[in-house]
């Protein structure tokens, strides 16, 4: 029983094609969060949802867009995908705290290869 | 801003040698730490976390982390490394307010050597 699951975990694909990574997490959790992890393994906050309410949004090209149906899952659709696209994608949930003391729980990861 | 160093991008250890991952953050208050491990080609795994309270954390696995103040550091600790315990290490900072954004470090590349 997988906390944080996303698929697929793997994709490679050409540039300027449309992709969708998907993310669940049965936790129960009310936030979700978007991470991307460089080649140098450096890992940055994209976009995190609280509720179905988008609460971060850091420097995101445009052609990046998430997508949360349910407090449950947070989709991350990518337009015109561009060769610095390719990074691993991480998904990760938490129970909110205005504190911000909620501990995040990570997903396996899709590792995104644009040719 | 908030923001992580870890200075150190390799470290080589021993199997059974003690091991000292460093960790510094940079934050006009107490911030909450926190120590994430990665293993090839996996996600990240919670191994400890500082809110408040007593400055030497336990964590999962035998790490240890110590907060200090002064130092503005939150470094991990284990006194006996294994050669499971290769993998990539994380230091993050969170803070107070800050929607639970947490701030990565760039990681430690931790190799044991049998």
């Known amino acids: 029983d997988t906390a944080v699951s996303q698929t697929p975990k793997y994709l490679v694909t050409q540039m300027g094609n449309d992709k969708s990574i998907k993310c669940e997490q049965n936790l129960g959790h009310d936030t979700m969060y978007w991470y991307k992890q460089d080649s140098k393994k450096f890992l940055k906050i994209m976009f995190s949802?609280?509720?179905?309410?988008?609460?971060i949004n850091e420097t995101v090209p445009n052609r990046f867009s998430p997508k949360s149906p349910d407090k449950a899952h947070l989709n991350l659709h990518i337009n015109s995908l561009e060769l610095g696209d390719s990074a691993v994608y991480f998904c990760a949930s938490s129970q909110f705290s205005g504190t911000g003391t909620g501990t995040q729980y990570f997903g396996p990861g899709t590792r995104l290869l644009v040719l | 801003a908030q923001s992580v160093t870890q200075p150190d991008i390799h470290i080589t250890v021993s199997e059974g040698a003690s091991l000292e991952l460093r960790c510094n953050y940079s934050?006009?208050?107490?911030?909450?730490l926190f120590w994430y491990v990665q293993s090839p080609g996996q996600g990240l795994q919670l191994l400890l976390k500082?809110?408040?309270?007593?400055?030497l954390v336990q964590g999962i696995k035998g790490f240890e982390a110590e907060f200090k103040r002064s130092q503005s550091s939150f470094n991990l600790r284990k006194p006996s490394v294994h050669w499971s315990d290769a993998a990539e290490y994380f230091c993050?900072?969170?803070?107070?307010?800050?929607?639970?954004?947490?701030?990565f470090g760039t990681g430690t590349q931790l190799k044991v050597e049998l």
């Open positions: 500082y809110f408040s309270g007593d400055t």
């Open positions: 949802y609280n509720n179905k309410e988008l609460i």
């Open positions: 934050y006009g208050a107490t911030p909450y």
């Open positions: 993050a900072v969170g803070t107070p307010g800050g929607g639970n954004k947490l701030t």
